[in-house]
Protein backbone atom coordinates (compact mmCIF):
# COMPACT_ATOMS: atom_id res chain seq x y z
CA UNK A 1 0.00 0.00 0.00
CA UNK A 2 1.31 3.63 -1.07
CA UNK A 3 2.26 6.16 1.62
CA UNK A 4 1.94 10.05 1.22
CA UNK A 5 1.99 12.98 3.61
CA UNK A 6 -0.09 15.43 3.85
CA UNK A 7 1.12 18.35 5.99
CA UNK A 8 4.01 16.43 7.22
CA UNK A 9 1.87 13.47 8.67
CA UNK A 10 2.27 10.53 6.55
CA UNK A 11 -0.23 7.65 6.25
CA UNK A 12 -1.43 5.18 4.00
CA UNK A 13 -2.57 7.39 0.90
CA UNK A 14 -5.94 6.08 0.96
CA UNK A 15 -6.11 7.51 4.26
CA UNK A 16 -5.15 10.98 3.61
CA UNK A 17 -8.51 13.66 3.30
CA UNK A 18 -8.29 17.21 2.28
CA UNK A 19 -10.73 19.93 3.24
CA UNK A 20 -13.13 20.93 0.52
CA UNK A 21 -12.65 24.44 1.77
CA UNK A 22 -8.71 24.25 -0.04
CA UNK A 23 -7.63 26.91 -2.42
CA UNK A 24 -5.73 24.81 -4.10
CA UNK A 25 -8.96 22.44 -4.39
CA UNK A 26 -11.38 25.60 -5.06
CA UNK A 27 -9.09 27.91 -7.26
CA UNK A 28 -5.84 25.81 -8.12
CA UNK A 29 -4.19 28.46 -6.03
CA UNK A 30 -1.26 26.20 -5.47
CA UNK A 31 1.79 24.92 -7.83
CA UNK A 32 3.84 21.76 -7.60
CA UNK A 33 6.97 20.01 -8.16
CA UNK A 34 8.01 16.86 -9.95
CA UNK A 35 11.13 14.74 -9.17
CA UNK A 36 12.81 11.69 -10.72
CA UNK A 37 14.22 9.23 -8.07
CA UNK A 38 16.41 6.15 -8.94
CA UNK A 39 16.63 3.54 -6.46
CA UNK A 40 16.31 5.92 -3.42
CA UNK A 41 18.10 9.14 -5.07
CA UNK A 42 16.14 12.17 -6.10
CA UNK A 43 17.79 13.41 -9.34
CA UNK A 44 18.54 17.01 -9.26
CA UNK A 45 16.68 17.69 -6.11
CA UNK A 46 18.27 21.01 -5.71
CA UNK A 47 17.33 22.48 -8.83
CA UNK A 48 13.63 21.02 -8.46
CA UNK A 49 13.95 22.65 -5.14
CA UNK A 50 15.02 26.17 -6.75
CA UNK A 51 12.10 25.93 -9.12
CA UNK A 52 9.73 25.08 -6.51
CA UNK A 53 10.90 28.36 -4.36
CA UNK A 54 10.38 30.44 -8.03
CA UNK A 55 7.06 29.31 -8.17
CA UNK A 56 6.25 30.07 -4.70
CA UNK A 57 7.45 33.30 -5.41
CA UNK A 58 5.97 34.03 -8.48
CA UNK A 59 2.15 33.66 -6.49
CA UNK A 60 3.69 35.16 -3.33
CA UNK A 61 3.19 31.86 -1.10
CA UNK A 62 5.59 32.10 1.61
CA UNK A 63 6.26 28.55 3.57
CA UNK A 64 6.09 28.64 7.20
CA UNK A 65 8.70 25.91 7.60
CA UNK A 66 12.27 24.67 6.50
CA UNK A 67 13.25 23.09 3.23
CA UNK A 68 15.22 20.69 5.41
CA UNK A 69 11.73 19.73 6.50
CA UNK A 70 10.44 19.04 3.23
CA UNK A 71 13.63 17.59 1.73
CA UNK A 72 13.81 15.44 4.80
CA UNK A 73 9.85 14.61 4.09
CA UNK A 74 10.85 13.73 0.59
CA UNK A 75 13.14 11.18 1.26
CA UNK A 76 10.56 9.50 3.83
CA UNK A 77 8.04 9.36 1.47
CA UNK A 78 10.79 8.00 -0.74
CA UNK A 79 11.59 4.95 1.48
CA UNK A 80 8.95 3.97 2.23
CA UNK A 81 7.45 3.64 -1.42
CA UNK A 82 10.46 1.25 -2.19
CA UNK A 83 10.08 1.42 -5.81
CA UNK A 84 13.24 1.37 -8.10
CA UNK A 85 11.85 4.13 -10.30
CA UNK A 86 9.41 7.04 -8.70
CA UNK A 87 8.18 10.48 -9.50
CA UNK A 88 7.76 11.97 -6.24
CA UNK A 89 4.64 14.89 -6.27
CA UNK A 90 4.68 17.47 -4.52
CA UNK A 91 1.84 20.07 -4.19
CA UNK A 92 1.79 23.15 -2.05
CA UNK A 93 -1.48 25.52 -1.82
CA UNK A 94 -2.22 28.49 -0.25
CA UNK A 95 -4.27 26.66 2.46
CA UNK A 96 -7.27 26.13 3.32
CA UNK A 97 -10.17 29.32 3.62
CA UNK A 98 -13.72 28.83 4.68
CA UNK A 99 -15.04 31.82 2.59
CA UNK A 100 -14.92 30.92 -0.44
CA UNK A 101 -13.21 34.44 -1.62
CA UNK A 102 -10.97 34.94 -5.17
CA UNK A 103 -8.83 37.12 -2.55
CA UNK A 104 -6.46 34.79 -0.31
CA UNK A 105 -7.32 35.72 3.43
CA UNK A 106 -3.57 37.18 5.71
CA UNK A 107 -1.71 34.11 7.37
CA UNK A 108 -3.66 30.89 6.02
CA UNK A 109 -1.35 28.20 6.18
CA UNK A 110 0.02 26.19 3.46
CA UNK A 111 -1.15 22.68 2.59
CA UNK A 112 1.60 20.65 1.81
CA UNK A 113 1.26 16.92 0.46
CA UNK A 114 3.56 14.69 -1.29
CA UNK A 115 3.56 11.28 -2.56
CA UNK A 116 5.39 9.29 -5.37
CA UNK A 117 4.03 7.38 -7.62
CA UNK A 118 5.74 4.12 -9.65
CA UNK A 119 6.99 4.45 -12.82
CA UNK A 120 8.75 2.98 -15.55
CA UNK A 121 12.68 2.97 -16.00
CA UNK A 122 13.42 6.02 -18.20
CA UNK A 123 16.00 3.90 -20.58
CA UNK A 124 13.24 1.34 -21.59
CA UNK A 125 12.16 4.47 -23.94
CA UNK A 126 13.63 3.94 -27.14
CA UNK A 127 10.74 4.10 -29.69
CA UNK A 128 9.88 7.00 -31.33
CA UNK A 129 6.45 9.26 -30.28
CA UNK A 130 4.14 10.55 -33.21
CA UNK A 131 2.62 14.07 -31.77
CA UNK A 132 -0.30 16.88 -32.26
CA UNK A 133 0.88 20.54 -33.51
CA UNK A 134 -2.31 22.03 -31.52
CA UNK A 135 -2.70 26.05 -30.57
CA UNK A 136 -1.60 26.69 -27.47
CA UNK A 137 -4.95 27.66 -25.47
CA UNK A 138 -2.92 27.84 -21.93
CA UNK A 139 -3.47 30.83 -19.70
CA UNK A 140 0.23 33.15 -20.51
CA UNK A 141 2.29 32.09 -17.27
CA UNK A 142 3.39 28.47 -18.25
CA UNK A 143 7.00 29.61 -16.35
CA UNK A 144 4.85 29.33 -13.37
CA UNK A 145 4.47 25.44 -12.37
CA UNK A 146 0.97 25.89 -11.71
CA UNK A 147 -1.65 23.09 -10.68
CA UNK A 148 -4.14 24.86 -12.74
CA UNK A 149 -3.76 22.35 -15.80
CA UNK A 150 -7.30 21.76 -17.40
CA UNK A 151 -5.79 23.27 -20.79
CA UNK A 152 -3.02 21.02 -20.99
CA UNK A 153 -5.60 18.16 -19.87
CA UNK A 154 -7.66 18.34 -22.79
CA UNK A 155 -5.03 18.82 -25.41
CA UNK A 156 -3.85 15.39 -24.11
CA UNK A 157 -6.95 13.82 -24.23
CA UNK A 158 -7.30 14.98 -27.77
CA UNK A 159 -3.95 13.37 -28.72
CA UNK A 160 -4.96 10.48 -27.20
CA UNK A 161 -7.94 10.14 -28.96
CA UNK A 162 -6.28 10.48 -32.08
CA UNK A 163 -3.58 8.27 -31.00
CA UNK A 164 -0.70 10.46 -30.31
CA UNK A 165 1.46 10.75 -27.27
CA UNK A 166 1.65 14.17 -27.00
CA UNK A 167 1.22 17.49 -28.24
CA UNK A 168 3.11 19.80 -29.74
CA UNK A 169 2.05 23.62 -28.81
CA UNK A 170 2.11 26.84 -30.83
CA UNK A 171 1.03 30.46 -30.26
CA UNK A 172 0.68 33.39 -33.02
CA UNK A 173 3.06 31.16 -35.51
CA UNK A 174 5.79 30.23 -32.43
CA UNK A 175 6.58 26.97 -31.19
CA UNK A 176 6.14 26.60 -27.31
CA UNK A 177 6.19 23.36 -25.74
CA UNK A 178 4.30 20.24 -25.11
CA UNK A 179 1.73 19.54 -22.82
CA UNK A 180 3.48 17.73 -20.52
CA UNK A 181 7.29 18.77 -22.08
CA UNK A 182 9.77 20.90 -23.67
CA UNK A 183 10.73 20.81 -27.38
CA UNK A 184 13.87 20.42 -28.96
CA UNK A 185 14.97 20.22 -32.50
CA UNK A 186 18.17 19.50 -34.81
CA UNK A 187 18.53 21.70 -37.53
CA UNK A 188 21.93 21.46 -39.92
CA UNK A 189 23.31 19.85 -36.63
CA UNK A 190 23.06 22.20 -34.13
CA UNK A 191 20.14 21.91 -30.80
CA UNK A 192 17.42 24.54 -30.96
CA UNK A 193 14.73 24.62 -28.22
CA UNK A 194 11.89 27.70 -27.66
CA UNK A 195 13.67 29.89 -25.26
CA UNK A 196 12.12 31.22 -21.68
CA UNK A 197 10.88 34.36 -23.95
CA UNK A 198 8.03 31.78 -25.67
CA UNK A 199 6.31 31.48 -22.54
CA UNK A 200 7.65 28.43 -21.62
CA UNK A 201 8.36 26.18 -18.37
CA UNK A 202 11.90 25.86 -17.52
CA UNK A 203 11.85 22.66 -17.32
CA UNK A 204 14.97 21.14 -15.07
CA UNK A 205 15.21 18.19 -17.74
CA UNK A 206 15.85 20.65 -20.71
CA UNK A 207 18.41 22.77 -18.82
CA UNK A 208 20.22 20.01 -18.08
CA UNK A 209 20.27 18.54 -21.74
CA UNK A 210 21.50 21.83 -23.11
CA UNK A 211 24.75 21.71 -20.04
CA UNK A 212 25.19 18.05 -22.08
CA UNK A 213 24.98 19.10 -25.38
CA UNK A 214 27.02 22.19 -24.56
CA UNK A 215 29.42 19.67 -23.21
CA UNK A 216 29.25 17.74 -26.13
CA UNK A 217 30.15 20.12 -28.55
CA UNK A 218 26.84 20.09 -29.74
CA UNK A 219 25.75 23.68 -30.49
CA UNK A 220 22.74 25.20 -28.95
CA UNK A 221 20.42 28.08 -29.83
CA UNK A 222 17.60 28.98 -27.43
CA UNK A 223 15.25 31.37 -29.66
CA UNK A 224 11.77 31.83 -31.18
CA UNK A 225 10.78 29.02 -33.41
CA UNK A 226 8.73 29.82 -36.13
CA UNK A 227 6.30 26.32 -36.46
CA UNK A 228 7.55 25.97 -40.59
CA UNK A 229 10.96 24.99 -39.13
CA UNK A 230 9.42 22.11 -37.74
CA UNK A 231 8.99 20.48 -41.32
CA UNK A 232 12.85 20.91 -41.84
CA UNK A 233 13.97 20.06 -38.74
CA UNK A 234 17.08 16.30 -39.12
CA UNK A 235 14.95 15.10 -35.41
CA UNK A 236 12.62 16.42 -33.00
CA UNK A 237 12.46 15.36 -29.52
CA UNK A 238 10.85 16.06 -26.19
CA UNK A 239 11.89 16.15 -22.47
CA UNK A 240 10.36 15.46 -19.54
CA UNK A 241 11.33 14.70 -15.28
CA UNK A 242 9.97 11.03 -15.48
CA UNK A 243 10.55 10.16 -19.38
CA UNK A 244 14.02 12.15 -19.98
CA UNK A 245 14.66 12.32 -23.38
CA UNK A 246 11.81 11.61 -25.80
CA UNK A 247 12.15 10.93 -29.40
CA UNK A 248 9.70 12.41 -32.40
CA UNK A 249 9.09 10.31 -35.17
CA UNK A 250 6.07 11.68 -36.51
CA UNK A 251 4.29 14.92 -35.87
CA UNK A 252 0.68 15.55 -37.16
CA UNK A 253 -0.06 18.96 -38.98
CA UNK A 254 3.84 19.06 -40.39
CA UNK A 255 5.59 17.47 -43.13
CA UNK A 256 8.10 15.99 -40.59
CA UNK A 257 7.93 12.36 -40.54
CA UNK A 258 11.05 9.41 -40.14
CA UNK A 259 11.10 6.24 -39.54
CA UNK A 260 13.22 6.01 -36.36
CA UNK A 261 14.77 8.41 -33.75
CA UNK A 262 17.83 10.23 -35.04
CA UNK A 263 21.41 9.75 -34.27
CA UNK A 264 22.25 12.81 -32.61
CA UNK A 265 18.77 12.59 -30.05
CA UNK A 266 19.98 8.74 -29.79
CA UNK A 267 23.64 10.37 -28.74
CA UNK A 268 21.88 12.83 -26.35
CA UNK A 269 19.46 10.43 -24.57
CA UNK A 270 22.60 7.89 -23.81
CA UNK A 271 24.42 10.99 -22.27
CA UNK A 272 21.78 11.73 -20.29
CA UNK A 273 20.80 8.62 -18.65
CA UNK A 274 24.90 8.19 -17.79
CA UNK A 275 24.29 11.08 -15.98
CA UNK A 276 20.75 10.81 -14.01
CA UNK A 277 22.44 6.99 -13.14
CA UNK A 278 25.77 9.12 -11.84
CA UNK A 279 23.63 12.14 -9.97
Known amino acids: MPFSSLNFDIKESHKLSISPFD ?93 SFKINNPSDRQKGISALLKEDERWLKANIKSTSLLANVLSKIEADSEGHEEVILHKDGFLNEG ?31 IQSAEADNINVIQRIIHISEIDDAQEVFMSSTTKGVIPVVKIIGSDFDTDHPGDLTSRLREIYLREIYQA
Do not use: W
Request: glycine share 4%; hydrophobic share 40%.
Open 23 to 115: RGFLFGDAVYEMILSINGRCIFLNDHLARLKKSLDSIKLNLNFKEKNLVDEIKRISNLNDNPFQAIYIQISRGVQLARNHLPEENLSPTVFIT
Open 179 to 209: AVSNLFLFINDDLHTPSLDANILPGVTRGKL
